[in-house]
């Protein structure tokens, strides 16, 4: 089947994409986050509400203990069943990219029918239906447009709002628009405790969370004339504070509030060479390309990519991508030289 895009105007089906399906499996990407954990999850207990009869499975990695108060969390299946029949649909969720599924991709490839919902601009439809808004606050919010408000639960309301809020900063972000507060609204009108999950899943911090980002913060240094702010964790220093990949959650967007700085960048060891890459930007540079030039992707103001090489080898190639749009900004005007 060819890739369809469906812009913001036409939205799925559910109720139609879901006729004569008996076994569906939803998905995220590889080290999921607040809104990639719950735009599935708020997905999954709505379809588990209002289809009882279709068999639906969740694949996400190992979901950190933060977000565990979202229901059904503990039904997520972390692990692949190679003797596993074909599902006859597989809807992934805040994906631009099946590789990054991960432990998952082979389960959407086996998949008789696939569907991508997603926010991403680095999406280029690879599901045989993708339902794909860039301008979107987050996937959660593209769920919530797709389900029949009356039945949304409050557990899939729990959910859902948790994804709105991480991916808008707790709606401080530029992606919040007037749309995205009357989506939180219907969320919050099922009862559930805003104030709490955000407290909860957005600002409250282990000790080992707040430790490793002492470290990245004291360790932190401004470059390119004060306009980037770079830090570096090696696998080192996460072994040395028992941290997880999980509790890096949130340093880049900290570096990101630095004054006077454009863009953040935080390099996280992986492996002796190999470094995941998180980009933030405040106004003017758009990290998506720049992640995306490297094989990654993202937002316009949010992006990723696992680059090799040593930390400087990295640091320099960012760099140099956001010294030249800085350079036809400039010829341009549209930042002061």
Known sequence: ????????????????????????????????????????????????????HIQTDVYLEKIPETFRLIKGTD??????????????????????DPMRLGFSSSVFENAKETVCIDHHISNESFADLNYIVPDASSTSELVVTLLDEEKISKESAEALYMGIAHDTGVFRYSCTSPETMENAAKLMRKGINGNAIIEQTFYEKTYVQNQILGRALLESMLIMDRQCVVSVIRKSSMEFFHAEPSDLEGVVSI?????????????????????????RSKQYIDVSVIAKHFGGGGHIRAAGVTMTGSAHD????????????????EEKSVIPQ
Not at 79 to 94: G, R
Not at 269 to 276: D, G, S, T, V
């Open 75 to 96: 039904e997520v299946r972390s692990e692949v069943n190679n003797n596993e029949t074909p599902y006859d649909l597989f809807i992934c969720l805040d994906c631009a």
């Open 314 to 329: 990295v640091i320099n190639n960012i760099t140099e991508q956001i010294a030249r749009q800085f350079e036809k900004l």
């Open 255 to 279: 570096l990101r509030q630095t004054k006077g700085v454009e863009v953040a960048i935080f390099l996280h060891e992986l492996e002796p060479q190999k470094y995941k890459v998180s980009l």
């Open 1 to 52: 089947m060819r890739p369809v895009i469906l812009m913001n105007s036409k939205k799925i089906d559910l109720k139609e994409l879901l006729k004569e399906k008996k076994k569906i499996a939803l998905g995220g990407h590889v080290r999921p986050d607040g809104d990639c954990i719950g735009s599935v999850m708020g997905l999954y207990l709505y379809l588990k509400q209002e289809y009882p």
